[in-house]
């Protein structure tokens, strides 16, 4: 099994920084859902926001790392 522990040393500089303004944003948004569903009394659980949001995140995350070219 060939495993790459290196998964940033492919990436140029703009995608490293991409991708981490990107998660900033996704982190962020679920902080203002988690703040905003009880805040404004939403009748649903700020997991059905935060996890499909953070899940789907990192499958493309995975996905862009292990990319072949």
Same mark, same amino acid.
Request: charged share 10%; net charge positive.
């Given at each position: 099994?060939? &495993?790459?522990?290196? &998964?940033?040393?492919? &990436?140029?500089?703009?995608?490293? #920084?991409?991708?981490? /303004?990107?998660? /900033? /944003?996704?982190? &962020?948004?679920?902080?203002? /859902? #988690?703040?905003? $569903?009880?805040?404004?009394?939403?009748?649903?659980?700020?997991?059905? $926001?935060?996890?499909?949001?953070?899940?789907?995140?990192? $499958? $493309?995350?995975?996905?862009?790392?292990?990319?072949?070219?």
């Amino acid at each position: 099994m060939n &495993l790459n522990l290196h &998964l940033f040393g492919g &990436l140029t500089r703009f995608e490293r #920084w991409f991708l981490g /303004v990107a998660w /900033v /944003v996704i982190v &962020l948004k679920c902080a203002l /859902v #988690w703040w905003a $569903v009880p805040h404004y009394h939403a009748p649903i659980s700020p997991f059905i $926001v935060i996890g499909p949001t953070l899940f789907f995140a990192a $499958v $493309v995350t995975a996905l862009w790392l292990t990319r072949r070219e």
